[in-house]
């Protein structure tokens, strides 16, 4: 317990550093988590004699955090040849061509590599892909803006909030198992107690600060819409992972963070929670 709560309050710092820098370091980080969650995860499948195409998973990772820089650097590349090449590498056709040429390239795999490459092996490769580095952009696509600050931690609060919540309350006073064959420690109480504390969580951070200290105007109902969504898919998406880990017979996908387990760990509830919030900002709130 001692060892789980050092590390967390040292990440939370980590995250209040990173989050105080331009956008284009989110960027970075969100690589960099990117390519150490996709290594935990492909590592993991190894258990179940599963064979990811692992060059592929790294080389969307690079493409990803080139598109978010040149998104954070457009007005300032505008008219210089950086900018140019950047404009031609990410219209729209060239993505295209790019996700053709992947696709393509692993089954191509299964033609000329039938003894090494299995059609499990092509799936696995892309869940990998769509799972992590594409999930976990939205971080950096609600940082991104405006007001994206307070906004991406609108996100954290919700996701951080539900896992403490379902935890404590779920140690004290969980009795009824909620998912025994996925996550035996998960509770119904802990179930509800994470989806309450969020609410409440976002609700007061929403009101006290992005409205009162960043002068947003977010009447307060979109507040308690968004800490129902965090604390719902939270869980939801720490249940995926719970899914998986069982799947592939391991605890946790590594050891990277001291009583947290590894990276994918610890921002599993989050790839869940981002794009759902970006979207409800763009939807709901009209935010650009």
Excluded at 68 to 86: K, P, W
Excluded at 222 to 240: E, M, N, P, S
């Amino acid at each position: 317990m001692k060892t789980r709560i050092i590390s967390g309050v040292l990440a939370s710092v980590v995250l209040i550093i990173i989050m105080a820098q331009p956008p284009f370091v989110m960027g970075i980080t969100i690589f960099v988590v990117s390519i150490i969650a996709l290594f935990e995860f492909y590592q993991s499948v190894r258990n179940v004699d599963f064979h990811p195409v692992r060059v592929v998973g790294f080389f969307s990772c690079i493409m990803f955090l080139l598109y978010v820089l040149y998104q954070a650097f457009a007005t300032d590349v505008n008219h210089t040849l950086l900018g140019e090449l950047s404009r031609v590498l990410f219209q729209r056709n060239m993505i295209f061509l790019i996700i053709y040429l992947v696709i393509v390239y692993l089954l191509v795999l299964l033609i000329f590599h039938r003894n090494k490459f299995t059609l499990d092996d092509v799936g696995v490769t892309l869940l990998g892909i769509i799972y992590i580095p594409f999930l976990l952009s939205f971080v950096f696509w609600i940082r991104y803006l405006n007001n994206g600050f307070a906004l991406t931690w609108l996100a954290f609060v919700g996701t951080f909030t539900t896992d403490i919540f379902a935890y404590f309350i779920g140690k004290f006073f969980g009795k009824r198992k909620l998912l025994p064959k996925i996550s035996p420690n998960k509770t119904i109480a802990g179930g509800i107690g994470g989806v309450v504390g969020s609410i409440a969580c976002t609700t007061a951070f929403g009101m006290l600060y992005v409205n009162g200290f960043e002068g947003l105007h977010i009447p307060f109902y979109h507040y308690i819409a968004i800490g129902l969504l965090c604390g719902t898919l939270a869980q939801l998406g720490d249940w995926a992972a719970s899914a998986i880990k069982r799947s592939v017979g391991i605890k946790d996908f590594g050891n990277i963070i001291p009583g947290h387990g590894g990276l994918l760990d610890r921002i599993d509830s989050l790839l869940f929670v981002v794009p759902a919030v970006y979207f409800y900002l763009q939807f709901m709130l009209n935010c650009s």
